[in-house]
């Protein structure tokens, strides 16, 4: 049986500084990543949460979904 290597968890949200800084604080520390397009807090050595705007899941996905500003 294989165990799992790596969770991570994606998150889009609408203002990806805002959500960085609310992480930041409620985790205590600043991001492992923080690019244009997405943000990652290393939470423990097999897990990461990623925060990736919705425009840019948006992009990624095309018209195969409701754009995720829809579901605000």
Known sequence: MKHIQLIETILHVNDQQASAEFYSKLFRKNP???VPGMTEFKLAENCK?????NKGIAKILSNKTPH?????
């Open 32 to 34: 492992d990543l923080n």
């Open 49 to 53: 949460l990623g925060l990736m705007p």
């Open 68 to 72: 995720p500003d829809e579901g605000n």
